[in-house]
T-cell receptor
Framework: GESVGLHLPTLSVQEGDNSIINCAYS??????FIWYKQESGKGPQFIID?????DKRQGQRVTVLLNKTVKHLSLQIAATQPGDSAVYFC????????????FGAGTQVVVTP | GAVVSQHPSRVICKSGTSVKIECRSL??????MFWYRQFPKKSLMLMAT?????????EQGVEKDKFLINHASLTLSTLTVTSAHPEDSSFYIC?????????????FGPGTRLLVL
Protein backbone atom coordinates (compact mmCIF):
# COMPACT_ATOMS: atom_id res chain seq x y z
CA GLY A 1 0.00 0.00 0.00
CA GLU A 2 0.94 3.66 -0.06
CA SER A 3 3.36 4.61 2.67
CA VAL A 4 5.82 7.11 3.95
CA GLY A 5 9.09 5.81 5.27
CA LEU A 6 12.52 6.89 6.36
CA HIS A 7 15.87 5.58 5.22
CA LEU A 8 17.74 5.78 8.53
CA PRO A 9 16.32 4.97 11.94
CA THR A 10 19.16 6.68 13.85
CA LEU A 11 21.40 9.56 12.91
CA SER A 12 24.38 10.55 15.03
CA VAL A 13 25.66 14.06 14.36
CA GLN A 14 28.45 16.02 15.91
CA GLU A 15 27.49 19.35 17.40
CA GLY A 16 27.98 22.10 14.87
CA ASP A 17 27.71 19.85 11.84
CA ASN A 18 24.79 19.86 9.45
CA SER A 19 22.17 17.12 9.67
CA ILE A 20 20.27 15.61 6.79
CA ILE A 21 17.22 13.47 7.47
CA ASN A 22 15.66 11.65 4.55
CA CYS A 23 12.17 10.46 3.84
CA ALA A 24 10.73 8.47 0.95
CA TYR A 25 7.08 8.51 0.06
CA SER A 26 5.16 6.41 -2.40
CA UNK A 27 1.81 8.14 -2.67
CA UNK A 28 1.96 10.20 -5.85
CA UNK A 29 -1.26 11.96 -4.79
CA UNK A 30 0.43 13.57 -1.79
CA UNK A 31 0.56 17.32 -2.17
CA UNK A 32 1.61 18.58 1.23
CA PHE A 33 4.47 17.50 3.45
CA ILE A 34 5.42 18.40 6.99
CA TRP A 35 8.39 17.73 9.21
CA TYR A 36 7.81 17.32 12.93
CA LYS A 37 10.23 17.08 15.83
CA GLN A 38 9.28 15.00 18.85
CA GLU A 39 11.20 15.10 22.08
CA SER A 40 10.84 12.29 24.56
CA GLY A 41 7.47 12.31 26.31
CA LYS A 42 6.14 15.24 24.32
CA GLY A 43 3.89 15.80 21.35
CA PRO A 44 5.26 16.43 17.86
CA GLN A 45 6.35 19.98 17.20
CA PHE A 46 5.87 21.54 13.77
CA ILE A 47 9.16 22.41 12.10
CA ILE A 48 8.50 23.23 8.48
CA ASP A 49 6.18 22.32 5.66
CA UNK A 50 6.23 22.33 1.89
CA UNK A 51 3.65 22.00 -0.84
CA UNK A 52 4.14 19.87 -3.90
CA UNK A 53 4.41 22.92 -6.15
CA UNK A 54 7.70 23.82 -4.47
CA ASP A 55 11.15 22.18 -4.46
CA LYS A 56 12.67 23.94 -1.51
CA ARG A 57 11.64 25.91 1.51
CA GLN A 58 13.80 27.46 4.17
CA GLY A 59 13.17 28.29 7.79
CA GLN A 60 15.36 29.18 10.68
CA ARG A 61 18.33 26.78 10.47
CA VAL A 62 16.18 24.28 8.59
CA THR A 63 15.60 23.59 4.93
CA VAL A 64 13.17 21.14 3.40
CA LEU A 65 13.82 19.77 -0.07
CA LEU A 66 11.22 17.98 -2.14
CA ASN A 67 12.06 15.85 -5.16
CA LYS A 68 8.79 14.76 -6.68
CA THR A 69 10.50 12.82 -9.46
CA VAL A 70 11.87 10.26 -7.04
CA LYS A 71 9.34 10.93 -4.29
CA HIS A 72 11.94 12.00 -1.79
CA LEU A 73 11.82 14.54 1.01
CA SER A 74 14.68 15.72 3.18
CA LEU A 75 15.17 17.96 6.17
CA GLN A 76 18.45 19.75 6.59
CA ILE A 77 19.41 21.21 9.94
CA ALA A 78 22.29 23.66 9.90
CA ALA A 79 24.80 23.82 12.74
CA THR A 80 23.14 21.08 14.75
CA GLN A 81 22.80 21.81 18.44
CA PRO A 82 22.25 19.51 21.45
CA GLY A 83 18.68 20.76 21.61
CA ASP A 84 18.09 19.26 18.17
CA SER A 85 18.33 15.76 19.62
CA ALA A 86 14.91 14.23 19.08
CA VAL A 87 12.91 11.97 16.79
CA TYR A 88 12.03 13.57 13.49
CA PHE A 89 8.98 12.50 11.52
CA CYS A 90 7.99 13.34 8.02
CA UNK A 91 4.28 13.38 7.31
CA UNK A 92 2.37 13.57 4.08
CA UNK A 93 -1.10 14.71 3.26
CA UNK A 94 -2.98 13.45 0.27
CA UNK A 95 -5.04 15.95 -1.62
CA UNK A 96 -8.71 15.78 -0.65
CA UNK A 97 -8.05 13.56 2.34
CA UNK A 98 -9.57 16.06 4.76
CA UNK A 99 -6.22 16.90 6.27
CA UNK A 100 -5.33 13.38 7.37
CA UNK A 101 -1.61 12.86 7.74
CA UNK A 102 0.40 9.72 7.16
CA PHE A 103 3.50 9.59 9.28
CA GLY A 104 6.82 7.99 8.52
CA ALA A 105 8.59 5.70 10.96
CA GLY A 106 10.78 8.46 12.40
CA THR A 107 14.52 9.10 12.67
CA GLN A 108 16.24 9.44 16.00
CA VAL A 109 18.82 12.23 15.84
CA VAL A 110 21.53 12.12 18.46
CA VAL A 111 23.80 15.13 18.74
CA THR A 112 27.20 14.37 20.19
CA PRO A 113 29.59 16.96 21.68
CA GLY B 1 0.34 31.01 18.19
CA ALA B 2 -1.19 27.63 17.31
CA VAL B 3 -1.06 26.16 20.79
CA VAL B 4 -2.84 22.93 21.59
CA SER B 5 -3.24 21.66 25.12
CA GLN B 6 -4.20 18.28 26.53
CA HIS B 7 -5.48 17.32 29.92
CA PRO B 8 -4.52 15.33 31.85
CA SER B 9 -0.87 14.90 30.94
CA ARG B 10 -0.79 11.49 32.55
CA VAL B 11 -3.35 9.27 34.18
CA ILE B 12 -3.31 5.96 35.98
CA CYS B 13 -6.56 4.07 36.28
CA LYS B 14 -7.87 0.68 37.25
CA SER B 15 -8.97 -1.83 34.66
CA GLY B 16 -12.63 -1.43 33.80
CA THR B 17 -12.86 2.28 34.44
CA SER B 18 -13.30 5.01 31.85
CA VAL B 19 -10.89 7.83 31.21
CA LYS B 20 -11.59 11.14 29.49
CA ILE B 21 -8.86 13.11 27.75
CA GLU B 22 -9.42 16.70 26.67
CA CYS B 23 -7.82 18.42 23.71
CA ARG B 24 -8.09 22.19 23.37
CA SER B 25 -6.91 24.63 20.75
CA LEU B 26 -5.98 27.67 22.82
CA UNK B 27 -5.56 30.45 20.28
CA UNK B 28 -7.41 29.29 17.20
CA UNK B 29 -10.60 27.55 16.23
CA UNK B 30 -10.39 24.05 14.84
CA UNK B 31 -13.28 22.47 13.02
CA UNK B 32 -11.19 19.33 12.74
CA MET B 33 -9.09 17.62 15.35
CA PHE B 34 -7.34 14.30 15.19
CA TRP B 35 -6.57 11.66 17.79
CA TYR B 36 -3.44 9.53 17.59
CA ARG B 37 -1.99 6.72 19.58
CA GLN B 38 1.73 6.14 19.91
CA PHE B 39 3.58 3.15 21.29
CA PRO B 40 7.17 3.46 22.59
CA LYS B 41 9.68 4.15 19.84
CA LYS B 42 6.97 3.92 17.21
CA SER B 43 5.32 6.37 14.90
CA LEU B 44 1.96 8.01 15.41
CA MET B 45 -1.07 5.96 14.50
CA LEU B 46 -4.18 7.90 13.54
CA MET B 47 -7.21 6.68 15.47
CA ALA B 48 -9.94 9.03 14.38
CA THR B 49 -10.85 12.37 12.90
CA UNK B 50 -12.99 14.57 15.12
CA UNK B 51 -15.29 17.02 13.40
CA UNK B 52 -17.07 19.80 15.25
CA UNK B 53 -20.79 19.23 15.28
CA UNK B 54 -20.73 15.82 13.65
CA UNK B 55 -19.73 12.26 14.33
CA UNK B 56 -16.09 11.30 14.40
CA UNK B 57 -14.58 9.25 11.60
CA UNK B 58 -12.66 6.25 12.84
CA GLU B 59 -9.75 4.53 11.15
CA GLN B 60 -9.99 0.89 10.29
CA GLY B 61 -9.54 -1.33 13.30
CA VAL B 62 -10.36 1.34 15.88
CA GLU B 63 -13.42 0.52 17.96
CA LYS B 64 -15.73 3.52 18.06
CA ASP B 65 -17.58 2.20 21.11
CA LYS B 66 -14.29 1.81 22.91
CA PHE B 67 -12.88 5.20 22.05
CA LEU B 68 -15.66 7.76 22.25
CA ILE B 69 -14.97 11.11 20.66
CA ASN B 70 -16.95 14.29 21.18
CA HIS B 71 -16.11 17.55 19.43
CA ALA B 72 -18.46 19.84 21.28
CA SER B 73 -17.00 23.18 20.25
CA LEU B 74 -14.49 24.71 17.87
CA THR B 75 -11.80 24.56 20.55
CA LEU B 76 -12.50 21.31 22.39
CA SER B 77 -12.48 17.64 21.51
CA THR B 78 -12.59 14.84 24.05
CA LEU B 79 -11.53 11.21 23.82
CA THR B 80 -13.03 8.80 26.32
CA VAL B 81 -11.45 5.40 26.68
CA THR B 82 -14.29 3.26 27.97
CA SER B 83 -13.79 0.19 30.15
CA ALA B 84 -10.06 0.58 29.91
CA HIS B 85 -7.82 -2.47 29.95
CA PRO B 86 -4.04 -2.77 30.30
CA GLU B 87 -3.64 -3.09 26.53
CA ASP B 88 -5.10 0.42 26.22
CA SER B 89 -2.06 1.80 28.01
CA SER B 90 -0.37 4.12 25.59
CA PHE B 91 0.54 7.69 24.72
CA TYR B 92 -2.46 9.49 23.26
CA ILE B 93 -1.87 12.63 21.27
CA CYS B 94 -4.34 15.01 19.70
CA UNK B 95 -3.84 17.55 16.97
CA UNK B 96 -5.87 20.46 15.72
CA UNK B 97 -5.96 21.56 12.13
CA UNK B 98 -5.30 25.21 11.47
CA UNK B 99 -6.38 26.53 8.10
CA UNK B 100 -4.52 29.61 6.92
CA UNK B 101 -5.01 30.46 3.31
CA UNK B 102 -3.90 27.48 1.28
CA UNK B 103 -2.05 25.92 4.16
CA UNK B 104 -3.67 23.46 6.53
CA UNK B 105 -1.25 22.47 9.22
CA UNK B 106 -1.81 20.19 12.16
CA UNK B 107 -0.54 21.34 15.53
CA PHE B 108 -0.14 18.76 18.24
CA GLY B 109 -0.89 18.68 21.91
CA PRO B 110 1.70 17.53 24.45
CA GLY B 111 0.15 14.09 24.76
CA THR B 112 -1.48 12.10 27.54
CA ARG B 113 0.17 9.05 28.95
CA LEU B 114 -2.39 6.47 30.04
CA LEU B 115 -1.50 3.56 32.28
CA VAL B 116 -4.20 1.01 33.00
CA LEU B 117 -3.48 -1.30 35.90
Amino acid sequence: GESVGLHLPTLSVQEGDNSIINCAYSNSASDYFIWYKQESGKGPQFIIDIRSNMDKRQGQRVTVLLNKTVKHLSLQIAATQPGDSAVYFCAENEENSWGKLQFGAGTQVVVTP
Amino acid sequence: GAVVSQHPSRVICKSGTSVKIECRSLDFQATTMFWYRQFPKKSLMLMATSNEGSKATYEQGVEKDKFLINHASLTLSTLTVTSAHPEDSSFYICSARLSSGIRETQYFGPGTRLLVL
